[in-house]
Structure formats: C-alpha cells, structure tokens
C-alpha cells in the first residue's frame, strides 16, 4: 500500500471531532478513491497512536474492532450490539465537513 495513501488516510481520520464517528468509504472518497475502503482499513490497522481509528467504522453503522468499543463510550458515543446508536446523527462526512 503506497505511503501517501495511508498518510492522507490518516490525517483524515485525525480530523474526526469526538463523539462522532465516519466510515472506511467516506474516507476513502475523501482521499480520491471512492471503491477502496478496505485499503483504508488496512491502513487504519497499522496507524500511528495519535489517530483515532475507533471513530472509523463500517458504513453500516457496525464496529469492525470490538475493542473499540470502551473507547467510543468514552466520547459519549452509545453502542449496542456492535453498532453505533444514532449512526446518521453521528456520523461526519468528510466531503461535507472539510
């Protein structure tokens, strides 16, 4: 995976305000390759402590890493079952907040 990818991949997911939540597709759009989320995952797998990758989450609204979980309540974020309660209210899209 290219180093450039995954740097804007991270400064992206830096962005992200607490208690709200994005996905692997919004980032990937963000950086200009719509159809590649799960190199945006991959990416997310290997990042720097400083970038908060528990707020990046399926599109579907469904945690990807359970462990994230502690972390997300910690925000202020409610999770039931895996998945983020009030996702849409939630979520923030980089294409429009940026």
């Known amino acids: 995976m290219d ?3 995954k740097k804007q991949v991270w400064e992206i997911t830096k962005l992200v ?3 709200k939540v994005t996905s692997y597709g919004a980032i990937a759009k ?3 390759y719509p ?3 799960r190199h945006v995952g ?14 990046v989450i399926s599109s579907s ?12 309540e910690a925000e202020g974020i409610v999770v039931e079952n895996f998945r ?3 996702f849409k209210k939630l979520f ?5 907040e940026l």
Do not use: Y
């Open 30 to 32: 963000a950086v200009g």
């Open 84 to 86: 983020i309660k009030n």
């Open 35 to 37: 159809n590649h989320s």
């Open 92 to 96: 923030w899209d980089p294409l429009i």
């Open 17 to 19: 305000p607490k208690g």
């Open 42 to 55: 991959k990416a997310m797998g290997g990042c720097p402590k400083d970038v908060p990758a528990h707020r």
């Open 61 to 72: 609204g469904t945690l990807s890493v359970p462990e994230f979980q502690k972390k997300l």
């Open 3 to 5: 180093e450039i990818f």
